[in-house]
């Protein structure tokens, strides 16, 4: 399996982006998924996580209220959705798979890590 995350680019602080991750291969639909980042000279953090059924979220206190996660099952997409973005923002992004809620909300759970994409946010 292949995962690629999209979407990343140049946005200024207070503005919107919506990252985007679809996989090759086979259907996300079944599958737990989350989001993390790395900022340069720091670990990978969680991000957001949901539920295969999408009835279930998780978020990091640092993101909470301003990104939403969300699936598409038509699409076999993953989203996060980011509002309010901030200059700590700023890191590449990354989707990953897991095989539970509870894995996919720790980089040592994982199965699956798609590509990253960078998100900078400009003060």
């Known amino acids: 399996v292949q995962l690629q995350a999209s979407g990343g680019g140049l946005v200024q602080a207070g503005g919107s982006l919506r990252l985007s991750c679809s996989a090759s291969g086979r259907t996300l639909s079944n599958y737990p998924m989350g989001w993390f980042r790395q900022a340069p000279g720091k670990e990978r953090e969680f991000v957001a996580a949901?539920?295969?059924?999408?009835?279930?979220?998780y978020y990091a206190d640092s993101v909470k209220g301003r990104f939403t996660i969300s699936r598409e099952y038509a699409k076999s997409t993953v989203y996060l959705q980011m509002s309010s973005v901030k200059p700590e923002d700023t890191a590449v992004y990354y989707c990953a798979e897991g095989t539970s809620l509870a894995a996919a909300r720790l980089p040592s759970g994982v199965t699956y890590w798609g590509k990253g994409t960078l998100v900078t946010v400009s003060s």
């Open positions: 949901i539920s295969w059924t999408g009835g279930t979220k």
